[in-house]
């Protein structure tokens, strides 16, 4: 097997290029890392090319800021904590350059994260997707910046709470529930002593744990009562959260996440948002491995914007023998019309 993507470590530096073949030592030194997974390059491969909407040195860059950031803010080090913030300004524009420039293009990734690095990974995340979010709903660049630096900060609360209780697995006490659900109240207040950019930001903090319908904390707030950050937030945050290995929860796929989305619209989470959400990331992303309702298996070879659900699907080998034709389109061809994608395999 031949890696197709490089792996990077915690502080970002490569383990593995893109063209290394894999040998045993090196999958278990993966495995102990606990990685979600690993991109593959192979002859079904061929021809999808997997690119990340920002760079992986940015993605990177990004993370061991959020890193340090913890550590400046637990320690006391308020000056710490200042200029990291100034580094997140400039990790932020470059975010919205790059979503700017890719305007158009379909979010295609299967998110690999390291087990470990989920809360700092999951920031950087939730920033990107809110960014995709933002653009398309055509906020101003002065609202993008806001809404970036929110959704980087939107669990810094979580740095005062005890790491056991937040990595707890199975299911919390009320009492424990009470402890996290205080985070965005930390967050924000926290931002409010230290913090010299727009008040937008802390109360985006403050609210991403509200919910469309009322029934989400601190206060209960509805609809349009919620800061637009907040209701953008909400999304990316759950996107993110439930399709990564946690320690209470195995990966939902992304298909798997867009119905959840689905479902949620108009409940915890704003319709619109979801709407736009669900048009800008791919529920089979390019060069995942999907089985359809006639039994053939394929990789998802490109998807089409407008028509997510009915990729152009690159057929794989039936019990060895190679398929009698190479690719075959679930939105065009009108004798697949009653052909469903019934799972997605990686
Ligand atoms: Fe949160």
Redesign the pocket.
């Given at each position: 097997m031949i890696v197709g993507r490089p792996l990077r470590g915690r502080n970002g530096e490569i383990l593995l290029t893109a063209g290394t073949s894999l040998k045993s030592t090196y999958i278990e030194s993966i495995r102990r890392l606990r990685y979600s997974g690993l991109y593959i390059q192979d002859e079904f491969s061929e021809g999808i090319d997997i690119e990340d909407i920002i760079s992986e040195e940015l993605r990177s860059n990004a993370v061991t800021a959020v890193r340090r950031l913890e550590t400046d803010m637990v320690s006391g080090a308020a000056n710490g904590f200042g200029a990291q913030i100034d580094a997140f300004a400039g990790f932020i524009d470059d975010i919205i350059e790059s979503v700017l420039s890719n305007k158009d293009t379909i979010m295609n990734l299967v998110d690999l994260k390291i087990f470990d690095e989920y809360t700092y990974q999951h920031s950087i995340n939730v920033c990107v997707l809110s960014e995709v979010i933002g653009v398309a709903m055509g906020l101003d660049r002065a609202q993008l910046f806001n809404l970036g630096m929110t959704a980087i900060l939107?669990?810094i609360g979580?740095f005062f709470i005890d790491k056991e209780l937040l990595n707890k697995p199975g299911r919390l006490s009320d009492e424990e529930f009470d402890i996290i659900k205080k985070?965005?109240e930390l967050g924000c207040d926290y931002l409010r002593r230290n913090f010299y950019y727009s008040s937008a930001i802390y109360i985006g903090v403050l609210q991403?744990?509200e919910r469309y319908n009322g029934k989400g904390y601190p206060h209960g707030r509805a609809g349009s009562d919620i800061h637009i950050f907040a209701r953008i937030i909400s999304v990316a945050?759950v996107y993110d959260a439930i399709t990564s290995l946690r320690p209470y929860h195995e990966p939902v796929l992304p298909s798997e996440a867009h119905e959840y989305i689905m479902g949620n619209a108009g409940q915890h989470l704003d319709p619109d948002v979801a709407g736009i959400f669900i048009h800008k990331v791919a529920p089979f992303p390019e060069g995942s491995e999907v089985l359809l309702s006639n039994g053939l298996r394929g990789v998802v070879y490109r998807n089409h914007p407008e028509f997510m659900s009915r990729p152009l699907i690159k057929l794989l080998p039936i019990e060895g023998k190679p398929p009698s034709v190479e690719f075959i389109d679930l939105r065009d061809d009108p004798s697949l019309f009653n052909v469903t994608i019934t799972k997605m395999l990686t």
């Open positions: 939107h669990d979580k985070h965005p991403h744990h945050d």
